[in-house]
């Protein structure tokens, strides 16, 4: 049976459950879990001896009072999923375990700064100083040897990378490839917010995508696949665009995309109000 704990608890339970050989698998969310958080841990399950998952809905990360506000709540049905999938601890902090009154620091991110530039970091300013300081918190609580995050966040996966670098935790970081819905859609916990309608307007996304791939991969520049995407984008009914870009898959940048091809497709964009981020890699 599934134990939802706190800080406190958890460690007891690594003191109790856990020895030199174990290797411990961390699946961080912010719970309204789906599919693609399930095979995060599916993922870790095959690779560590124990799975630690946290729900913890951070709100340092949300720029936008609204997007927390509406951001989906489910503790009961998340445990009883993590339950099936075999889970037994899932740390869910309060938010003074997590930022103490007294402790209002935040992680120095000057080194990798540029990682958490444009795309999500222009739009979302100071998201990525949400996402660090509480990955940071949350690793330093857990301990784990692997970190598991999924690839549609893709630029936080690279920020996160650079962090564990930067502040030497001494772990492996795990890069899941996206799930899907059978349309393409990229599962999220913000899919919950759409209509059955919005979610088929939705899948539009992927295919911009997917159109841009196809065009970079057939030997055009980014510009070109960039703009041909836009355009099935741009046509998409009830599809709002914030950025369709291509970058560099290491340094996020979007004046490096050059050869060999290393890129990433970028998309965020509304439907039906909600804010939707999705990517694909492109290689050579
Ligand atoms: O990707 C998420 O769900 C969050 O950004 C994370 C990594 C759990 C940090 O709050």
């Not at 869910?92 to 402790?103: G, L, W």
């Not at 309608?197 to 997917?210: F, K, N, P, V, W």
């Not at 709002?240 to 340094?251: G, M, P, Q, S, V």
């Not at 979007?254 to 804010?275: D, I, L, Q, T």
Request: with cysteine.
């Amino acid at each position: 049976m599934v134990k939802s704990i706190n800080t406190r608890d958890y460690h007891d339970w690594r003191l109790q459950f856990t020895s030199e050989n174990s290797s411990i698998g961390f699946v961080p969310t912010m719970g309204a879990l789906h599919q693609g958080h399930l095979y995060l841990v599916q993922q870790a399950k095959r690779q560590c001896s124990q799975v630690v998952v946290s729900i913890f809905v951070n709100p340092r990360q949300f720029n936008d009072a609204n997007d927390l506000e509406s951001y989906p709540v489910q503790l009961e049905e998340d445990l009883a999923l993590l339950s099936n999938e075999g889970i037994d601890i899932v740390l869910v902090p309060s938010i003074h375990e997590i930022y103490p009154v007294d402790d209002t620091s935040s992680l120095d991110m000057s080194s990798y700064a540029h990682i958490a530039q444009g795309l999500e970091g222009d739009h979302r300013p100071g998201h990525f100083q949400g996402v660090v300081d509480v990955v940071s918190r949350l690793l330093t609580i857990v301990k784990p040897q692997k970190l598991y995050l999924g690839k549609k966040d893709y630029q936080q996966l690279k920020v996160l990378e650079a962090m564990v670098r930067k502040e030497k935790f001494a772990l492996d970081v795990i890069g899941v490839p996206t799930e899907r819905a059978y349309s393409g859609l990229a599962l999220s916990s913000r899919n919950a917010l759409l209509s059955e309608d919005g979610r088929a307007r939705a899948s539009r996304i992927y295919e911009a995508l997917q159109c841009a791939k196809a065009v970079a991969l057939h030997g055009d520049s980014a510009e070109i696949a960039c703009a041909k995407g836009k355009a099935v984008l741009q046509s998409a009914e009830g599809v709002k665009e914030e950025y369709f870009l291509i970058a560099n898959r290491h340094t996020m940048s979007v004046n490096e995309v050059g050869s060999p091809k290393e890129w990433v497709v970028f998309c965020a964009a509304h439907v039906e109000g909600v804010r939707l981020i999705d990517n694909v890699e492109v290689f050579d």
